[in-house]
């Protein structure tokens, strides 16, 4: 047994590692294979070119955010810039920051797996514990952490992204970081991945809930109120006295929320948000200051200026809406995505991992700029659920439906943008259909989670019922 | 009382001594025409008006004016225009065979479209709101929608790209606009004999715009007196610079054409304007003629000058001037009459040929790439061969090395990245420190601000070609900021490269306060000139979706909210169990009434019977529902696309 374990952890490092010689060979090309300037890869805010025009700004001692090229955070500016200047020769330009992005993903793959194996083993437990799982070889519990690390890493999506110099691993490096440090309780981590992914793009703001709720409650598990019947059960069985059960039920209806492990996690974001915006004040304070980049970065997201296409559905919206509808869609599409935070945690509560995914692919789908960057994040930690949502309905239609509209975009992309020949419609109507199959992936992987514990509700009474 | 008798009368004196003076100092309007006329090497002839107005300093507001025209006057008060120049151009100025080192080159050569800058006397902050105004006046004033140039994102203040340095300075262009006779009426109502009488009345509207090239010009500039009291003078130069094509009807090919007055205009000038100072028609000859008449003593042999083998004057001209190698023939028309129309001809004898001295650097620009999605723009300045002859070279640091400024204004919607300049010099790309000497940028805001580039180059004199080329993204418009006629593309302005270090003058020695056109020559003029407009097609979304695309929007918006909360509501164990408890507890009736409600909701009967599990069975029909609306919607679309496209 030991020995196929071995195996098994030996192939997941060979195809980790054939992996990164992928995108190490993919880099070496001269230009990037023009994947850069690829709109479903790099988008205003992720752009790598943008970044460098910012970098170059600030180096003409101009603020970074004249014009309206650079809309991303001055933090990123500094680390990144000097490298889209520093060239090696003989090798193409912006090798450096390639190879950032690869470390990146790297390190993204290699959290991932931590947080899968995390949920692997609360998996098993919780098998264990409601009593489906006599021992860990009764029924296979698959590796989870290391297929999700696999699927970040040979996604398509990662691996464009990543060679694309769009600075989306670095933001999806953030979010990770954030739930590994929620998962792991490393409070001040994940206190620090969600600051950062938040400055970085705003929309990771609302991972908030589902970390103080891993945070509270502790990892994903099936609801509470099976552990309650299987408790019942189980103390029918041992003591007859009522006042005892009485006792032990009253105990166990309170989940124990952590208190103080949240108000832990709330003070560290505090002080990380405020060392955060020191260093934005700092590295702006010749230039606009804050008021600036908070106009710049999150600004631009909100009232989506920028009306070039992408692989969302908002720029052809803006571009054709009356103007003077204009605010009135901006707050409703906006709104949107908050309208379906709150039902979302009422009902997932007991699963805050997949809770963020969830936040995660709305946020995705209703992004102002999205990239595909984006998806890439999201699918790879739905690789981490593969027990619960083993069953899931349309993967083989949704996973078609991907890979058409990414086969799809550039052609359309091309036919409208460089021949002329075809017009925004169809690139559209591309975008439409990213928007349908995402919306279905995401109904349809919440509903196969909710159906997963219904199924183990189910057996859970089966089994009891067996066991009286 | 005496003494207070004798103050006031002292005080009067000394105000009618101070009123004497200012009368005193006070010239009267002047008003002076004229006319040059030039052949130029590739057959073809230029007229250039010139017709300068001049009110001398005053004190008083909305005073009376003899000559001047009235309208400017009052733009100038209002506006506190320093210096202001309008121009109007069609056509593009041929730098190779016109000329592009002469003053007549260098001020007169503009670029397409509507150009206007002007200097105002204002605090800073104000500069921007009396632009504003400036264009709407100007636009009510000349028939033009110069008031387009009111908006942020269609002017620049360049700070020292432009010829004068001043933070005061407002720069914008309208490549677009097209110049006809409606923009020349207005500026012919500014002068006194608008074009009834005098050298103005040679403008035939058909002949003027069948030329290669019209400029009109208008430039004023205000004049300080040095006095308080007096405020300033305002000195207004309109200029109308046209390129002919005279009708040859001599078979040889290399013979220039003959061409008389009455053959380029189809009039003949009859007396001057009454109102005017001086009235002169010049004929300048340049190139090769002076080459080969340098032998010839001007002084003596004037009167034999304009007949000789090689060509002949139809009139004797009053005078000959001669520059270093251009002679400039002065003729009067105050002799002709009626009777008598003056109408002066030059007529070949022999063939020849001769050249114009150019500026340093041929300026062309140009796109590159293609696709509507991203390109490049590139500014070519090519050596150009009388180079060698230029004075001007800048020999501080032991080389001799050129200057050239480079301004140029990016609308913006045309996103440039400012840190892919890179600059070729002789095909060799060169690291930016060592031609480029000081740069100037202001980006582009979206919607609010258009770019702006200014560069020094500093270039060795042998230097053969420069290349300049920046990098730029095409912008995204909403349907409403395009154009009546969007597929047309839209225009970049002209980029503009000046010579700091490079004067053309011709100095032509004598009578320098009498003819305003000979001492406008003499003064050191920059050396400019105009690169091309571009025209760049931008991509155009499709004019008939809006309603399609909200409606579509929307609805695979209600499609997400509302699937996925029907996900979250349902609770499939909790109905079933509902529903079992409630059809033991009363049997047959309820039974059928749920069986009909879900008969009626589309949901078939939950039977106990089936093998499938019913909430996996309910789940997989939400979901073929989902697909159905889907399906449905996407056919919708699909539908709608294609109705509207037919």
Redesign the interface.
């Known amino acids: 047994m030991a020995e196929e374990q071995k195996k098994k952890l030996c192939r997941f490092w060979i195809w980790a590692l054939s992996s990164v010689a992928f995108r190490l060979i993919l880099i070496s090309f001269p230009g990037n294979l023009n994947l850069s ?1 690829r709109p479903e890869v790099s988008t205003p805010l992720t752009s790598i ?1 943008r970044l ?2 910012g ?3 600030k180096q ?1 001692s ?1 603020s970074p955010y ?4 650079y809309h991303g955070s001055p933090l990123l500016l500094s680390v990144l810039g000097p490298l889209t200047v520093q060239r090696i020769k003989g090798q193409p330009s912006h090798l450096l920051c390639s190879l950032v992005f690869v470390i990146a993903d790297i390190l993204s793959a290699m959290l991932l797996r931590g947080i899968g194996q995390k949920l692997q083993m609360a998996y098993g437990l919780n098998a264990r514990l409601l009593g489906f799982l006599k021992s860990s070889r009764d029924k296979v519990i698959l590796p989870c952490g290391d297929i999700a690390a696999l699927v970040y890493l040979w996604n398509p999506f990662t691996i464009v992204s990543c060679v694309g110099l769009s600075t989306s691993p670095i933001e999806d490096l953030a979010v990770i970081l954030a739930l590994f440090g929620a998962v792991t309780r490393r409070v001040p981590l994940a206190a620090f991945g969600l600051v950062i992914a938040t400055h970085l793009s705003l929309y990771p703001a609302t991972l908030t809930i589902p970390i103080i709720f891993l945070l509270g409650y502790g990892l994903d598990a099936p609801p509470i109120k099976l552990f309650l019947q299987t408790r019942s059960v189980e103390n029918e069985e041992t003591s007859t006295s009522t006042v005892s059960k009485q006792a032990k039920l009253k105990q166990t209806t309170h989940i124990p929320f952590l208190w103080k492990t949240v108000a832990h996690f709330l003070f560290w974001v505090l002080l990380w948000s405020l060392y955060v915006l020191v260093l934005c004040a700092l590295s702006l304070n010749k230039y606009g200051g804050l008021e600036e980049m908070f106009k710049r970065t999150y600004g631009f997201i909100l009232s989506i ?5 992408n692989i969302g ?1 908002f ?9 003077f509808f204009r605010n009135f869609f901006l707050i409703v ?1 906006h709104v ?1 995505i908050l ?2 935070l709150l ?2 945690a009422i ?1 997932l509560k007991h699963r805050p991992c997949f809770l963020a995914l969830i936040y995660l692919a709305i946020s995705s ?1 209703l992004k102002s700029y999205p990239s595909v960057g984006d998806s890439a994040l999201y699918l790879s930690l739905w690789a981490l659920f593969v027990n619960e949502l083993i069953d899931m ?2 993967s083989f239609f949704l996973f078609c439906g991907y890979l058409g509209i990414s086969l799809l975009s550039p052609v359309m992309h091309n036919l ?3 021949r ?1 020949t075809g ?3 169809f690139y ?2 591309n975008a ?2 990213y ?2 199959f995402q ?2 992936f ?3 992987s ?2 196969a989670m ?2 997963h514990d ?2 183990l ?2 057996s859970n009474s089966n089994h009891r019922e067996v066991k009286s | 009382m005496a003494s207070l008798l004798r103050s006031l009368i002292l005080l009067l004196i000394v105000q009618s001594f101070l009123v004497a003076i200012a009368f005193g100092s006070n010239e009267v309007e002047e008003f002076s025409e004229a006319l040059l006329l030039k052949p130029l090497p590739d057959r073809k002839v230029l007229a250039h008006f010139h017709f300068e107005n001049r009110a001398p300093p005053s004190n008083s507001h909305g005073r009376h004016h003899h000559l001047f025209p009235k309208a400017i006057s009052q733009l100038v008060q209002k506006f506190r225009v320093k210096e202001m120049e309008l121009s109007f151009t069609q056509g593009r100025w041929n730098h190779e065979h016109w000329g592009g080192f002469d003053p007549l080159s260098s001020m007169n050569a503009k670029p397409v479209g509507v150009e206007l800058w002007a200097v105002f006397d204002v605090p800073q902050s104000q500069v921007d709101t009396s632009w504003k105004n400036l264009t709407h006046a100007l636009s009510g004033l000349f028939c033009a929608s110069i008031n387009f140039l009111e908006s942020s994102t269609s002017y620049a203040a360049p700070t020292w790209g432009f010829g004068p340095n001043s933070n005061k300075l407002r720069y914008g262009s309208l490549p677009r606009e097209a110049v006809c006779t409606e923009n020349l009426t207005p500026w012919l109502k500014l002068l006194p004999c608008r074009d009834k009488d005098g050298i103005s009345a040679l403008m035939n509207r058909p002949s003027v715009y069948r030329g290669f090239y019209h400029s009109q010009r208008l430039h004023l500039s205000t004049v300080e007196s040095g006095q308080e009291v007096l405020g300033s003078g305002i000195v207004l130069e309109q200029t109308l610079t046209v390129v002919l094509q005279p009708e040859t009807t001599s078979v040889e090919s290399n013979m220039q054409p003959s061409w008389s007055l009455s053959s380029l205009f189809g009039r003949k000038v009859v007396g001057r304007c009454v109102l005017t100072k001086s009235s002169n028609v010049y004929l300048q000859l340049e190139g090769l003629l002076g080459h080969e008449l340098k032998n010839v003593d001007t002084e003596i042999e004037a009167h034999e000058l304009w007949k000789n083998a090689e060509f002949e004057l139809s009139l004797k001209p009053e005078r000959v001037l001669r520059e270093s190698s251009s002679f400039l023939f002065i003729f009067d028309i105050d002799k002709s009459s009626d009777s008598e129309p003056f109408d002066i001809g030059l007529t070949w004898k022999l063939p020849s040929k001769w050249s114009c001295q150019q500026a340093p650097l041929h300026a062309s620009r140009f796109l590159m790439g ?5 390109g490049a723009i590139a500014i070519l300045l090519k050596a150009t061969e009388s180079q060698e002859k230029l004075s001007g070279r800048d020999l501080t640091n032991g080389h001799c090395t050129i200057k050239a400024n480079i301004f140029q204004i990016f609308p ?1 919607y045309i ?1 440039v ?3 892919t300049l890179q600059i070729f010099v002789d095909q060799q790309q060169t690291t930016d420190s060592e031609v480029l000497k000081k ?1 100037n ?7 609010v601000s258009s ?1 702006m580039m200014e560069m020094m180059l500093e270039l060795p004199c042998e230097v053969k070609s420069v290349a300049i080329s920046i990098e730029y ?1 095409k ?6 900021e395009y154009p009546p006629d969007a597929n047309q593309g839209f225009d970049i302005p002209s980029a503009l490269i000046s010579f700091p270090n490079h004067h053309a003058s011709l100095d032509f020695q004598e009578e320098l306060s009498k003819s305003p056109l000979l001492s406008s020559f003499k003064e050191n003029s920059l050396v400019r000139s105009y690169t091309e407009v571009l025209l760049v097609p931008l ?4 004019f008939s ?2 309603y399609n ?2 409606t ?2 929307c609805t ?2 209600a ?3 509302g ?3 029907n ?2 509501r349902r609770r ?2 909790e109905e079933e169990r509902f529903l079992k408890s409630q059809g033991k507890k009363t049997g047959g009736l309820k039974q059928l009434l749920s069986r009909i409600t879900a008969k009626i909701r589309g949901r078939p009967i939950e039977e106990q019977s089936s093998s499938e ?1 019913p ?2 069975q309910s ?2 029909l ?2 073929k529902l ?2 159905k609306i ?1 399906l449905v ?2 056919a919708a ?1 699909a539908w709608q ?1 294609f109705s509207t496209d037919k």
């Open positions: 300037s070119r460098a025009e970098y170059w700004l003409a101009m004249a014009g309206s090229m200026e920028d009306l070039s296409p559905v720029w052809y919206f803006f571009a054709e809406v009356f103007d599409f949107n309208f379906m039902p979302l009902r789908i309905k349309f409208w943008i460089w002329g017009n925004a419609n559209f109507g439409i259909g928007a349908c919306i279905v995401v109904v349809e919440v509903s909710l159906n219904r199924a509700k189910r | 293609s696709g509507n999605e991203r913006w996103k990245y400012y840190h740069i940028v202001s980006p582009s805001t979206d919607k770019g993204d912008g995204f418009l909403h349907i409403d991509t155009t979304p499709d979706m809006p695309v909200i579509i929007t695979i918006f499609l997400y909210f699937s996925l909360l996900v979250l499939i164990g599990s909430a996996a789940s997989v939400s979901s989902i697909f889907i919607a996407g679309a696309y």
